[in-house]
């Protein structure tokens, strides 16, 4: 069988809710389109166009790649569609600050409107708090769709905390923006279902800075974070 063979397409009465949702699936420029009638190429082309870096796509894990497929056009299409409404919203507010904005001597005394800062909170850790390994492929890149499949693997082992990009993790072996790959997946693939600890700590202190600032801007996910950074004994 050609590795570009058409998949079989699923029975209308999948019991699997999640997945028979995403067996169609809106693309991020409108189309609709039926996942499981995209050849191998055409899937693996369409993940490589939302960023992700599949590796060989065969019948084994075929239907891993489709589910991450939907997911990754459903979180676009989710920001797109927020993004287009927060214009909106900035619009419509703009407008009515114009029509009850103070005169221009009190507008200068107040200055421009500040960016407001991120709330932090502290976290209770229960249970057991597993180190995650960051997974490799054979090309040494990070292996990203993997960190799916470990998040799933958590979640059935009953672990509800779990510790990314430490010492396991090979976090101060990555590059600033692979420490911001692993742990964005980190995060998306939880999905709020867990909590991600990020250890964003460096021995450059430029780097720990904007590792920092990325989660604080980047994700609305939960998660809690650390700077501790060790080396040697």
Not at 98 to 106: A, C, D, G, N
């Amino acid at each position: 069988m050609a590795s570009n063979s058409r998949k079989t397409k699923r029975p209308s009465g999948d019991v699997n809710s999640t997945e028979a949702s995403l067996a169609i699936s809106t693309s991020p420029d409108g189309r609709q389109v039926e996942l499981s009638d995209l050849t191998n190429a055409e899937l693996r082309q369409e993940l490589e166009n939302v960023g992700e870096k599949p590796g060989p796509i065969n019948t084994s894990n075929r239907e891993l790649y489709e589910g991450m497929l939907g997911r990754r056009w459903r979180t676009i299409n989710i920001w797109s569609r927020e993004s287009r409404e927060g214009a909106r919203d900035e619009s419509v507010n703009s407008r009515q600050a114009e029509q009850t904005s103070p005169s221009p001597r009190k507008k200068a005394r107040t200055g421009t409107k500040q960016k407001p800062k991120p709330v932090l909170k502290d976290i209770t850790v229960k249970g057991v708090v597993p180190a995650a390994y960051t997974p490799f492929g054979e090309d040494g890149e990070v292996n990203l769709p993997a960190i799916d499949l470990l998040v799933d693997y958590f979640l059935r082992s009953g672990i509800s905390t779990v510790f990314v990009n430490g010492m396991s993790g090979e976090g101060l072996a990555l590059t600033v923006s692979e420490r911001k790959a692993t742990a964005e997946r980190w995060l998306k693939a939880a999905a709020g279902r867990m909590t991600i600890i990020v250890h964003v700590g460096s021995p450059c202190v430029k780097d720990a800075k904007e590792l920092v600032i990325y989660l604080f801007e980047s994700t609305s996910e939960p998660y809690g974070f650390t700077l501790k950074s060790r080396m040697g004994s």
